[in-house]
Nanobody
Framework: QLQLVESGGGLVQPGGSLRLSCAASGFSLHYYAIGWFRHAPGKEREGVTCISSSGDNTDYADSVKGGITISRDNAKNTVYLQIDSLKPEDTAAYYC???????????????????????????WGQGTLVTVSS
């Protein structure tokens, strides 16, 4: 069974940092691009960042550039999201999702984004809640 499990969320003061983890079980992330998404109360789910299967390419939403870093450790079958300088508007449930294009060349962030917009992302974690408040 393909499963993603996020962890690392919690309550943090404005200006603080968190590192979220997205661990895969039941499959290898090797050929999967991974995206992080967030869903804030009263807002639609938005894409935050993505990393290609090779790790060579990343993509960031304009709203989070400069404050977020995505990375992956395929040996640990885990993708990380480092969030710095947290603001109250970063409060949301954060989800990771995985997509495999099926190509031997690997999966790019563009592949994942297209799949997301087509509602074709089938592997999602359960989410981890980040609350930024003083």
């Amino acid at each position: 069974q393909l499963q993603l499990v996020e962890s690392g969320g919690g309550l943090v003061q404005p200006g603080g940092s968190l590192r979220l983890s997205c661990a895969a079980s039941g499959f290898s992330l090797h050929y999967y691009a991974i995206g992080w998404f967030r869903h804030a109360p009263g807002k639609e789910r938005e894409g935050v960042t993505c990393i290609s299967s090779s790790g060579d390419n990343t993509d960031y939403a304009d709203s989070v550039k400069g404050g977020i870093t995505i990375s992956r450790d395929n040996a640990k079958n885990t993708v990380y999201l480092q969030i710095d300088s947290l603001k109250p508007e970063d409060t949301a449930a954060y989800y990771c999702a995985a997509f495999d294009s099926g190509s031997y060349l690997g999966t790019s962030c563009s592949d994942l984004i297209v799949a997301w917009k087509r509602s074709d992302l089938e592997v999602w974690g359960q989410g981890t809640l980040v609350t930024v408040s003083s």
